[in-house]
């Protein structure tokens, strides 16, 4: 199997894993006009907005992994990858992509100076690691995905 398939193996299976807790998770109903700003439905509704983030860069390592397969390289055309838009509330961006790999970052649009980042592959072939908005965190492995705590 090529290094290309196999990266694309993970990315598939994270995917699904990730998926799969998510959709597992209960998210208790709220009766009203909405939560005060504090309120768990106010957590509760951050903490979907960092695991939209995530499914977001989750499913851009799948679309890269398969463009990667196909054409011998990453790319930061989103168009190229059918991501043009929003994923949900998020919004991701490939900062930097080359023959070796590349690095990402998502956006909530309910969750202003905060992200989530991650990459893929070798560093010499793109910039420096991005770090998150808020907390300035960067990803200690490829393939992680670190994010800002709402």
Known sequence: MSHHATRLCVALLSLVA????????NTPAT??????????????SAQEAVR????ALRGL???QEAHASDHGTY???????????????????????GGSG???????????GKSCVAFVGDYR???TPLVTDGSKTRPEDEGMIVCDQP
């Open 52 to 55: 939209e983030m995530k499914i």
């Open 75 to 97: 790319t930061t055309d989103l168009k190229a990858l059918d991501l043009v838009g929003p994923q949900g509330g998020a919004r991701v961006q490939v900062r930097a992509a």
């Open 18 to 25: 990730f998926a799969s807790a998510a959709g597992a998770q």
């Open 102 to 112: 590349w690095n990402s970052r998502a956006t909530h649009r309910s969750l202003r």
């Open 61 to 63: 390592m799948v679309r």
């Open 125 to 127: 072939d793109v910039p």
């Open 31 to 44: 009766s009203g006009g909405g939560a005060p700003a504090g309120s768990t439905a106010s957590v509760l």
